[in-house]
């Protein structure tokens, strides 16, 4: 804000013409950067300043906000792990990973960046895999040049031009397949600016999953190729596990604080209508791109898209975030929670006696 | 004593059974599963398949009179530096590694591959002659179908210890072990892609990946197809892999 000292009147006359053009300036200005030019090579700024190597985490986790700001080379290796684990408290399912949990390791970078992309399988992997990441412009998103047999590695780099939040998959044949076995994550492409600091992110990403036994049947459960292309999974998941993200393993948070959600959906098959109980988003990056809307109860993620929500902690509650296509949440898993904790605060929210 | 020295006996026994056995696969017509205009169904005539995949003690025999294709003196252009990781040394698999001594050898190169069944008079055999042998009906057979069979074993991890040839199930025509071992070479084990080299080919628009590689497959709902030609796709001459090994053929 422009302070103008009620002493000077002769000052006020002069200014504000000059607010009124700077006003019009920024407005014309806006309209050049609009979310459609973001990607115009010619426009950002691609010079390279030096090699880093990204900082990777496994879910809830993301990656420290970037305190670079010019384009850098990004040094990025993920190993695709196929790897027994519990998909609920009495299954078992044989996932196929992308660096050993689902969803894969987060990957953040900046809008400009040029990344160096090395895709390992581990030697005891039975299959071939291969990546598909939404952020690159390039034949198969990068899955052309990863088709990577067990103990080998494939290489190819990319200019991460659009920003926004970018799921990538495993996209060797049969596709669905490798994906209905967890095969996915995220990258964020920061925008030049980066994002507004706010005090806590996390990592969500939904997928269904399809088993010979019924949900929560006893022991390893094999893949259900009919259930699959009938697309009715017996688990709808946050972060592949049945009470990944619930109880002791909620998000913490504080009231007062701004939490920030990174989430993705990795599918195969469905819809996540994504919906915080007991909280509304102050803000949603839509599809996970560059448009922000605010105040909104419910956001879709399309299957193989993703969205950045943030939320301000005005209470102490339990948040349940739901698939509110609500049997998803009620029988098949669809449940995480931040946990919010601090002092009651009787203005917003109180409960009182009959 | 005697015990010790029966078991030595069996061990032995069990080594030297590399008896060459060939079965008959009978003349055929194969669907290649990537369908082009110059991939019309082909003929497959009858042709001699090894009745199991090659195992570690065929395979040792091999090595021991071919020095060239010792794993301290292979060329690192014909075999990478997994060749025959799981052996105890050039010339021994192993005193604690008996359990795979008639296992199929892995971790061997197609170089390897080829170079061994020349040495046997005998060739790899090619996309359709696997896939047409290995389309017979297995014979007394628990599974309601033979692609669930399979994409139960591919959606398993690695066993520790790979199992004996013989130990899944014989199919119509004889052969042990098509599916639910090991991947197995064959003679063009990615032509069915276009190469690298050729940019601008039709054959390009074929790569078996995303969406698209379901667009002129012959049958889409056969995830096992999709999965052994995915893998097929992804190899190269010199790759040597923990659970890929072969057989041979003669025409």
Redesign the interface.
Known sequence: MIQISKKEPHLKKAILPALLLLSFTFFMFSCKTNPGNNADESKIDTTLTGTVTAELTTAPNVPKPLTYTSPKKVMVTLETIEKVMPISDSSEYTFWTFGGQVPGNFIRVRQGDLVDFTLKNAPDSKMSHSIDLHAVIGPGGGADATATAPGQSTHFQFRALHPGLFVYHCATGPVPLHIANGMYGLILVEPQGGLPKVDREYYLMQGDFYTKGKYNAPGLQDFDETKALAENPDYVLFNGKVRSTTGPNALPAKVGETVRLFVGNGGPNLVSSFHPIGQIFTKVYMEGGTEVNHDVQTTLIPSGGAAIVEMKMQVPEVINLVDHSIFRAFNKGAIAQIKVTGAENANIYQKLKP | MIITFFSAANAQKKVVISKDEMVTVPAGKYQPFFITPNNQPIPVPSFKMDETAVTNAEFLEFVKANPQWRRSKVNRLFADT?YLRHWQSDLSIGEANKKIYNSPVVNVSWFAAEAYSKWKNKKLPTIAQWETAAKAPPRNFKYKSLTDFI??W?????PKVLPNVKSTYQNEYGLYDMNGLIWEWTFNFNSFIGSRDSRGNDEDEL????????LNVSDK?D?AA??R???R????GN??????GFRCVKN
């Not at chain 2, 591919?154 to 690695?158: A, E, L, R, V």
């Not at chain 2, 790569?207 to 379901?214: M, V």
């Not at chain 2, 796709?233 to 190269?236: D, N, P, Q, R």
Request: include cysteine; proline fraction near 3%.
């Open positions: 997994n994409l139960d591919y959606t398993k991890p690695n790569k078996n990946f995303c969406a698209g590689g379901a709902s995830y999709f999965l030609f995915s893998y796709g992804s190899l190269k790759f040597c892999i923990a659970n890929l």
